[in-house]
């Protein structure tokens, strides 16, 4: 079982930043890919970003690429979400997630991101 909190949310202007944070329970944090999801109102929750249980492989959404960062500290159960350049279409409710095989299996309660233009 694994447990998510996040934070790090906020309303920024429009090309500025923001790092989320996760900070996952259980001693088996380590062993699991990690990823950031997103949600605007009337959408589809839509994947973000994710990283390998490593650390070592990362992947973005064409959205993202070259403006957000995927990272994790496994000495501190945490995963990170670096946003640059901030748009306006990234408004969204921030959702972390962890998975054995994929980021899915557990769920964070999510962190709103509001960015004005």
């Known amino acids: 079982q694994v447990q998510l909190v996040e934070s790090g949310g906020g309303l920024v202007q429009a090309g500025g930043s923001l790092r989320l944070s996760c900070a996952a329970s259980?001693?088996?944090?380590?062993?699991?890919?990690m990823g950031w999801f997103r949600q605007a109102p009337g959408r589809e929750r839509e994947f973000v970003a994710a990283?390998?249980?490593?650390?070592?492989?990362?992947y973005y959404a064409d959205s993202v690429k070259g403006r957000f960062t995927i990272s994790r500290d496994t000495d501190k159960n945490t995963v990170y979400l670096q946003m640059n350049s901030l748009k306006p279409e990234d408004t969204a409710v921030y959702y972390c997630?962890?998975?054995?095989?994929?980021?899915?299996?557990?769920w964070g309660q999510g962190t709103q991101v509001t960015v004005s233009s």
């Open positions: 997630a962890a998975g054995i095989e994929r980021p899915g299996d557990y």
């Open positions: 990283i390998s249980w490593s650390g070592v492989n990362t």
């Open positions: 259980g001693r088996t944090f380590s062993t699991y890919a």
